[in-house]
């Protein structure tokens, strides 16, 4: 799928045709600077990586310093490979911007949800808890409660809700709608949600 990295700057709304108040997220879209193009005969493949958001050359190492010299550019932090652009659509070294997508574009968006560090069960997964605080009970209203194996299978399945590690995901939000095109600013506003937090990094696909 053709499509270009960027940053989620924050939310908004608009008023659509019947004057009701629409939930958007604005996302930076670009401008991303063609790297390399990985060929069939080369590299077994097709496909156009993109480099976007400048960084220190003390922060690069010389391998990416070379990299990103051949393709006459500045150091870049982040870089993703996309397989929908055709053979001699794009050159190396070229610039792709907001323009790429228009107004009433359908769009796919990929971003990193917010790590929530390590939780319990009824944050994790909605647990209610073991309930009142009758016949004696103590500290139980966050707990797990029973796990549910007895003699036998006599250990934990695999699979069973506990507490852990939670968020930082890759998520994907599907099908999401462009109301607005700013290309001068390389802006993009769709209609709901986007994962992640403000200045995170998304991938943004049609």
């Known amino acids: 799928m053709q499509g270009l990295i960027g940053k989620k700057i924050g939310m908004t709304s608009l008023f659509d045709e019947n004057g009701r108040s629409v939930p958007c997220t604005v996302l930076q879209a670009g401008p991303c600077v063609v790297t390399q193009i990985k060929t069939r005969e080369k590299d077994g493949y097709f496909a156009v990586q ?3 958001d400048d960084k220190k050359e003390k922060h690069t190492t010389k ?3 070379g990299h990103f010299k051949k393709a006459n ?3 870049k932090r982040k870089l993703v490979e996309f397989t929908g652009f055709e053979e001699g659509q794009v050159r190396e070294g070229e610039v792709l911007t907001a323009e790429l997508f228009r107004p009433d574009n359908w769009v796919d968006v990929r971003g990193w949800s917010k790590g929530r560090g390590f939780q319990g069960v009824v944050k994790r997964h909605k647990f209610g808890g073991v309930g ?3 016949h004696g009970q103590h500290n139980r209203l966050r707990a797990p409660g029973s796990l549910g194996a007895s003699s036998f299978p006599s250990r ?3 699979g069973m809700r506990m507490a ?3 968020g930082g995901n890759k998520v994907m939000a599907m099908s999401m709608r462009v109301l607005k095109l700013m290309p001068e600013n390389n802006i993009l506003i769709v209609k709901g949600p986007v994962p992640g937090p403000k200045g995170g990094y998304v991938i943004i696909t049609k």
């Open 73 to 75: 550019t500045s150091p």
């Open 50 to 52: 993109l480099a976007f």
């Open 63 to 65: 391998a990416e310093l």
């Open 156 to 158: 934990v399945l695999p």
């Open 164 to 166: 852990g590690r939670m």
């Open 132 to 134: 009142g605080q009758t």
